[in-house]
Nanobody, 122 residues
Framework: QVQLVESGGGLVQAGGSLRLSCAAS????????MRWFRQAPGKEREFVAA????????SYADSVKGRFTISRDNAKNTGYLQMNSLKAEDTAVYYC???????????????WGQGTQVTVSS
């Protein structure tokens, strides 16, 4: 089993930046793809970004491409989501996920963190 704890959320003005962290414990972190999803009030959880276990492959939702950067440090068992040029529509709870498959799909499942709130004021 993998335990995930997100941190770094908060309130930021539009155009600002935040960096989310996802600290993992349990099984070997590098064996899992790490993914970020988000869920805004009244909306379904949606894919944001993914990175392979080695860190060599990444994938982004079109809505965040060019603004967000996903990365990981396997030596620290930690993943990151750097969010720049934030917009009001980025407001959501952001969830970290560790999955055995590199995929953009929610159906892959995996392990989830508790989520961290990101609020962007316009």
């Amino acid at each position: 089993q993998v335990q995930l704890v997100e941190s770094g959320g908060g309130l930021v003005q539009a155009g600002g930046s935040l960096r989310l962290s996802c600290a993992a414990s349990g099984r070997t972190f590098s064996n899992y793809a790490m993914r970020w999803f988000r869920q805004a009030p009244g909306k379904e959880r949606e894919f944001v970004a993914a990175i392979s276990g080695s860190g060599s492959t990444t994938s982004y939702a079109d809505s965040v491409k060019g603004r967000f950067t996903i990365s990981r440090d396997n030596a620290k068992n930690t993943g990151y989501l750097q969010m720049n040029s934030l917009k009001a529509e980025d407001t959501a709870v952001y969830y970290c996920n560790a999955a055995s498959t590199f995929s953009r799909s929610l159906t892959v499942g995996g392990y989830w963190g508790q989520g961290t709130q990101v609020t962007v004021s316009s």
